[in-house]
């Protein structure tokens, strides 16, 4: 049973800083891309960062690039988001995700349903 539980979500003013961790188990994490999702009030979920299953490889949503920075670690079966210069826009809930398949290609992975979601965490930012 594969099971994503995130943390580091909070309240911060604009400009501020968070860092987002999702702690994976249940399945040979460094096998699978991972994926950062964010879902504000209103609005379609989005996919804010990817990872390969390597880490040597990201992608990003415009609107955060350059301020938010994804990464892993497969030593410790963890996956970060480290968020600078956060924006009211920001503000939403964050969800770790997973693809059933191993070897993900992680540019896909805001394209097609991911199989597994942590249950989010919830991050404002206030003007």
């Known amino acids: 049973q594969v099971q994503l539980v995130e943390s580091g979500g909070g309240l911060v003013q604009a400009g501020g800083s968070l860092r987002l961790s999702c702690a994976a188990s249940?399945?040979?994490?460094?096998?699978?891309?991972m994926a950062w999702f964010r879902q504000a009030p209103g609005k379609e979920r989005e996919v804010g960062g990817a990872i390969s299953w390597t880490g040597g490889s990201t992608y990003y949503l415009d609107s955060v690039k350059g301020r938010f920075t994804i990464s892993r670690d497969n030593a410790k079966n963890s996956l970060y988001l480290k968020m600078n210069s956060l924006k009211p826009e920001d503000t939403a809930a964050y969800y770790c995700?997973?693809?059933?398949?191993?070897?993900?290609?992680?540019?896909?992975?805001?394209?097609?349903?991911?199989?597994?979601w942590g249950q989010g965490t919830q991050v404002t930012v206030s003007s």
């Open positions: 249940g399945r040979t994490f460094r096998r699978y891309a």
């Open positions: 995700a997973a693809p059933g398949s191993a070897y993900t290609p992680h540019q896909t992975m805001g394209t097609i349903p991911m199989a597994y």
